[in-house]
């Protein structure tokens, strides 16, 4: 009798195991995109100066403060000034962005423009929440203005001041919390290469 090598139909199939879910499916996060634009205002700030004209025009609750060098080695700790909010609209959220500056003795002033992630924001909505900080609004207008309205402050601290043409920009993106769909905290390591790629890459 001939013998086929073809498997029987009534033969078991080997089972195949499912893949495993989305390190990140419904995941939550909790996380701000930070901007940070860098002005060069002149050839030195006095900075115990510029804390007292600071302090003079400042509410109690927003008081101008002196920085503690910690990772890096700074010889006279820059001023840290709250500088308010600014509504921003970022996708089809309007967002309250809180903005602050630091004011380096060596004629730099560093602002600062910290912006929320909506409430709920999943990772994926969170890269594109990120992406629009980073390339889809401009805001410049904010930086200008805020910056104009601290030097004006602060002109008496400044020597030979002078706004320097070039301007230094970079953006940090923050997670404060990532939760899974359970509520739980996710560890950090959760996030893979290809789940950061697109928040880096503007892709």
Do not use: C
């Amino acid at each position: 009798m001939a013998t086929s090598d073809r498997p029987s139909l009534d033969a078991p199939r080997p089972s195949i195991s499912p893949l495993p879910p989305e390190p990140l499916a419904g995941a939550r996060v909790v996380g701000s995109a930070i901007v940070y634009r860098l002005y060069d205002v002149g050839y030195e700030i006095h900075l115990d100066r510029a804390l007292d004209l600071l302090a003079a025009s400042a509410p109690e609750r927003v008081r101008p403060v002196r920085g503690e060098a910690q990772a890096i080695q700074i010889k006279n700790p820059p001023i840290t000034v709250i500088l308010g909010t600014e509504r921003l609209v970022i996708g089809e959220h309007y967002i309250d962005a809180e903005l602050s500056a630091r004011i380096f003795d060596f004629g730099v002033v560093s602002l600062r423009i910290r912006v929320p992630a909506p409430a709920g924001t999943t990772w994926m909505e969170y890269a594109d929440f990120g992406n629009a900080v980073d390339a889809d609004v401009d805001l410049t207008p904010v930086f200008d203005h805020h910056r104009r309205l601290l030097t004006d402050r602060i002109a008496p601290a400044i020597e030979r001041p002078a706004i320097a043409p070039v301007t230094e920009d970079y953006v940090v993106f923050r997670i404060t919390r990532l939760t899974g769909a359970n509520g739980a905290e996710l560890p950090t390591d959760v996030l893979r290469d290809e789940d950061v790629a697109p928040l880096l890459l503007n892709e």
